[in-house]
């Protein structure tokens, strides 16, 4: 008997491999069925509910009343309560179209997007805070919010919603919105401070891979990861051929302390990253101008240099720092300019917050430690920031002076009101107020490094030099073109109009904005492994992506790399949003159909395998997913034709033995009750006592 149990438990749990997966229903391939009964004026959805009404015997319900349906409609795609006029206006309107009406005004609410961005929302795990004990909070995560929002009020195709996601970072005509998309990547649970670094990003890694397979494939394959699945035919190796898609992605946690660092996940996106000519020709358009200015001042200068006024910007010099030195005694710790020039010939790095103790260090009075101290460096992307301690305070200047130019820096202190400012060839470009005390914490300024031997900069530095007071911004632009300084003095009016207009001009600085997006630390992922039991410590067999062979298996072909990235998520992706992917359409029209309602035509919305349950529906389900590609995979398209249906628009009352006949109302015979969700009733209550805030969009 004993035995008889345990092999019966053993047939039930344990998967075969083999043609379970050429013949289970949602794993064969989609093809669009014949819309069944003969009455072509019948709306084809309750064409095909009306066989299983048939079988059962059962006489639908009559239309919803008109406050019923306008009701049930505005919570359907708004998430609100229908306003009294909205529902006496359609009581009011005897016209044919006006449910159609209807719908189109609610589609074309704000609060649509709302609504259904929060179903797409809920099942991606977006949250604001990265959960365990600081739970510190997500930076801008709630741009990919407004993203998702955007998407459903603008009916993005869902492929197209699909590529973004996954890889709005690879996409040809990626821009600053689908480098947004690929937050998608960052919703997860954090841990700041896990205990095994290595297994923590293998754990975010499984909850990328594991979201995306159940959300867009309806399949889980998260027990994979430590076994062939037990009951679906997914061996172990598919796992990690999946795993290998996102292996290259930089991981939120990669150094030991209970800190993460943000430039693994948080990136500065030019808005024009989809046109960037426009900043090219602002770019362009400024610097010959610039150009032209500089060279009639140079010229202007040379008639004039000989005055016998004298060169009053020259007063002040305390020092001229020749080519090559690294370290110099400090030489001023009060009011004082220094100045200097540089060029790169290596990227650098430095941190998202851009304080001046990071980076690399081009000149630098660097102490560790909340202290006196001052300093100016060159960090990632070619900002150049500067500062000073106690407080610490740091400003910056836009980025891109990493270009392998020689470009002209001057930082001016004033000590008795604090204020420091950073001059970037001849034009201020940021200003702060810092400490009022003398910067002489460090007994020595270096050049070239931050830190004796650390945070070296990689390029050239030449023409340092030393004032003991604050520069004029007139007398920096004379420094930033090479000339000797004049005095300031009306006796040149031509020179001195030429100079003011130079100082008027400003470098037109790229819009950028701060997006938690999907990065790779290189374009060549690491290779991925088998890894025994799920453990990290214990790699078995290398594997290559691949899809999985429940799914029709196969490879991705050839993966063109980006210039920042591998190129695999994006083949993921298109093999995800291809039409003849037998899932993805199959499991979108599946949770529109759940969400209006109350329960899908798969009741299992997550896991069309062998665990799940089979659709009620199935050619339904088969028509619809068809009907969703040949609409252009248009979300509110599905919308209409579900909500044009007379299965929607029944009332709640079932009709003679309908309940017992068909107790789970499986054939729609009526409309199911469902309840408001929490975010609906508080919704409601605000809306009704008029406390509801309908802003959209920001922090």
């Not at 973004?164 to 700041?192: F, H, K, N, V």
């Not at 095994?196 to 309806?218: C, E, F, H, K």
């Not at 201020?428 to 931050?450: C, H, I, M, N, Y």
């Amino acid at each position: 008997m004993k035995q008889a149990v345990a092999l019966t438990i053993l047939a039930c749990t344990t998967c075969v491999f083999g043609n379970n997966d050429e013949t289970w229903w949602s794993c064969i391939a989609l093809e669009k069925p014949a819309v069944p009964g003969s009455n072509m004026d019948e709306h084809p959805i309750d064409r095909f509910l009306a066989i299983e009404m048939e079988s059962l015997g059962l006489t639908p319900s009559n239309e919803a009343d008109a406050r019923t349906l306008v009701r049930r409609a505005t919570y359907d795609l708004t998430g609100l309560p229908a306003s009294l006029e909205s529902i006496k206006d359609f009581e009011d309107d005897d016209d044919a179209t006006a449910w159609n009406a209807c719908i189109e005004r609610l589609l074309e609410s704000e609060q649509y997007g709302v609504k259904w961005g929060r179903h797409w929302l809920d099942l991606v795990r977006w949250a604001e805070t990265n959960s365990f004990e600081r739970d510190s909070r997500k930076p801008a995560a709630w741009r990919y919010r407004d993203w998702v929002i955007d998407a459903f009020n603008s009916d993005m195709p869902y492929d197209r919603f699909i590529l973004e996601q996954l890889a709005g970072d690879e996409l040809p005509d990626r821009s600053l919105s689908s480098m947004i998309a690929t937050g998608y990547y960052r919703l997860g649970i954090w841990d700041d401070e896990p205990t095994d670094i290595p297994l923590a990003q293998y754990d975010d890694l499984d909850g990328i891979l594991d979201t995306t397979s159940r959300v867009m494939l309806g399949m889980s394959m998260g027990c994979a990861r430590c076994h062939d699945h037990k009951k679906d035919p997914i061996p172990q190796v598919d796992y990690y051929r999946m795993l290998a898609f996102f292996h290259g992605i930089t991981p939120y946690k990669s150094t030991p302390g209970n800190s993460i660092q943000e430039i693994d996940f948080l990136k500065t996106v030019p808005n024009n990253l989809d046109n960037p000519d426009i900043d090219l020709h602002r770019e362009q358009a400024w610097n010959e101008e610039r150009t032209r200015l500089a060279n009639s001042i140079i010229e202007s200068h040379a008639g004039i240099v000989n005055s016998p006024a004298p060169p009053v910007e020259r007063n002040g010099l305390i020092l001229a720092l020749e080519d090559g030195s690294r370290e110099i005694e400090t030489p001023v710790a009060d009011d004082f300019t220094v100045e200097f020039q540089f060029k790169t010939t290596e990227e650098c790095p430095g941190d998202h917050h851009r304080n001046w103790w990071t980076g690399s260090g081009l000149i630098s009075a660097e102490v560790p430690g909340i202290v006196n101290d001052w300093g100016i460096t060159l960090q990632g992307n070619g900002y150049i920031v500067a500062g000073t301690g106690n407080p610490e305070r740091s400003i910056s200047s836009a980025g891109g002076y990493n270009d392998g130019r020689w470009h002209h820096v001057a930082f001016a202190r004033d000590r008795e009101s604090g204020i420091f400012t950073l001059y970037i060839d001849g034009e201020p470009v940021a200003s702060e107020t810092g400490s009022q005390e003398p910067l002489d914490a460090s007994p020595v300024v270096l050049v070239g490094e931050l830190l004796p031997g650390r945070n070296v900069f990689k390029g050239a530095i030449r023409d340092v030099r030393f004032w003991d007071r604050v520069l004029p911004h007139r007398g920096i632009v004379d420094l930033a073109l090479g000339l000797s300084p004049l005095p300031s003095a009306p006796g040149y009016p031509e020179y001195e109009v030429l100079v003011e207009k130079f100082m008027e001009l400003h470098r037109p600085v790229p819009l950028t904005t701060d997006v938690l997006c999907v990065m790779e630390p290189d374009t060549t992922p690491p290779e991925t492994r088998v890894l025994d039991r799920g453990n990290p410590a214990a790699q078995l067999e290398v594997v290559e992506v691949g899809f999985p062979g429940m799914l029709g298996g196969g490879e991705p072909g050839s993966i063109k790399p980006t210039d920042e990235s591998s190129g695999r998520r994006l083949a993921l992706a298109r093999w995800i949003s291809d039409p003849n992917n037998i899932r993805t359409s199959r499991v979108l029209v599946n949770r529109i159909w759940q969400h209006h309602f109350g329960t899908g035509l798969v009741p299992t919305p997550n896991d069309f395998g062998m665990l799940g349950l089979p659709p009620t529906h199935p050619a339904l389900l088969d028509w619809l997913a068809c009907e969703f590609i040949e609409r252009g995979m248009s979300i509110k398209e599905m919308h209409r034709l579900i909500m044009t249906s007379k299965a929607y628009r029944r009332s709640g009352s079932p009709v003679g033995d309908a309940r017992s006949r068909d107790p789970l109302n499986i054939a729609l015979s009526w409309y199911p009750m469902q309840r408001l969700t929490a975010e609906e009733l508080r919704d409601s209550l605000l809306a009704v006592n008029g406390t509801l805030n309908l802003e959209l969009g920001g922090p």
